[in-house]
């Protein structure tokens, strides 16, 4: 049967006639490269002086453009990656965290290297990491060191909030997770990180029907994601380990279980540096300072930077002349700041650490 085709052809079509030409290809992908079919339509049948068939003109552009221009298979990632919000960050980042900054040591040693020392990690029978967990009181940096290991190694990094997966209601959330590892599958020098991981992996003792669904679909996910041998990495972040499931964190399942914790006074000075270099300041004593910075996350440091450049700036603006922030301001507002944790956390970590930790 002769199939009729019109030059606004839908997106539909154009899928159609992808597929009888042997390729399945992305929808959005479809209607974005159909314009460009239909222009190389007009210029085979302007070089031969003959009217050319839309499916000749696609069958020759994808024969012959696509696939030595560029890869069809990598124009569906690009498409892919965009539409998962992906980015590539500035390699800046891995430098904000200082060298004594707990756990840089450890995803050095055991993340990094081995991806960008892979001959070597060959050689000796070394596994490249691809599951990985961080745990750890809120505001500790988890989400930065996923950006930071990104950043590193130069790979696109994706994050997924829970919100993302909730987003069309409990029933929904298995088939988005199915959805997202589908695609993480066959992603390369990608990084995925799933934040506040405990609402899709929660223990199922005395969970509800969909919330037990929701675990056994990620614990389905995650050995079929381990399966394909490609560089990528899955990174879930929790405030909560205790509430994961106990399959989640037996081994087998993710490579590395690595807590963010309290920051070392190295590791403090060094964030404190980072957010003084935005602001007015004079002289400013570290060594004063720094040891009042016990029980800050980089959060809150973040927070008392924010309090801090408030308050030059309304001080200027209400005294009509410069103002420069001093080791007292600093102090006066360190003082008006409550640290997120706590000596009990600390200890609840250092409990955790000792039961979950592991790399
Ligand atoms: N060296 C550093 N290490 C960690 N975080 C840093 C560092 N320097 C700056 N930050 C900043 O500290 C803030 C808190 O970090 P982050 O959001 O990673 O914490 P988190 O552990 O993921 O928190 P939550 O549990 O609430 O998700 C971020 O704005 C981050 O950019
Ligand atoms: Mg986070």
Redesign the pocket.
């Known amino acids: 049967m002769q199939v009729q085709y019109d030059i606004s052809s839908t997106k539909e079509q154009a899928l159609r006639i992808f597929e009888i030409c042997g390729h399945k290809i992305d929808p959005e992908l479809a209607s974005d490269i159909w314009p460009k079919i239909l222009q190389h339509k007009w210029v085979l049948s302007e070089k031969i002086a003959r009217d050319v068939g839309i499916k000749v003109a696609c069958i020759d552009f994808i024969e012959n453009v696509l696939s030595t221009d560029c890869h069809l298979h990598d124009i569906q990632k690009n498409k892919m990656l965009n539409r998962m919000g992906a980015q590539i960050l500035d390699e800046s980042v891995w430098e ?3 060298e004594s ?1 707990p756990p840089k040591q450890i995803v050095n040693k055991r993340i990094v290297l081995p991806l960008t020392q892979e001959r070597l990690a060959k050689k000796h029978g070394v596994a490249l990491p691809r599951t990985i967990i961080f745990f ?10 996923a950006r930071a290991i990104a950043a590193r190694l130069q790979w696109w990094f994706i994050e997924v909030s829970s919100s993302d997966l909730t987003s069309e209601g409990a029933d929904r959330i298995g088939s988005k997770l199915k959805d997202l590892f589908e695609v993480a599958r066959n992603l390369d020098e990608v990084v995925i990180f799933i ?2 991981f405990e609402e899709i992996a929660e223990s199922r003792d005395n969970a509800s029907r969909t919330e037990k669904s929701i675990t056994n679909e990620f614990l389905k996910q995650v050995p079929m994601f381990r399966r394909e041998k490609r560089k990528n990495l899955l990174i879930c ?1 929790t ?1 909560y380990i205790r509430q994961l499931d106990t399959a989640i964190v037996r081994p087998g399942r993710f490579d590395c279980i690595i807590p ?1 914790g309290d920051l070392d006074p190295k ?1 403090r000075a ?2 404190f540096r ?1 957010y003084l270099s935005n602001t007015n300041h004079g002289d400013v004593d570290m060594d004063s300072i720094i040891p009042k910075l016990f029980l800050f ?3 809150d ?2 927070y008392l930077f924010c309090k801090i450049s408030h308050f030059a700036f309304e001080k200027e603006y209400s005294e009509s002349r410069e103002f420069k922030i001093t080791t007292d301001t600093i102090i006066k507002m360190i003082e008006k700041c409550q640290p997120t944790l706590t000596r009990q956390n600390i200890s609840e970590l250092e409990e955790d650490n000792a039961h979950y930790t592991r790399y």
């Open positions: 904000t965290i200082s900054q750890g009181p809120p505001g500790t940096g988890k989400t930065h060191f934040d506040e972040a405030n963010v590791s060094l964030i980072h996350t980089p959060a440091l973040e």
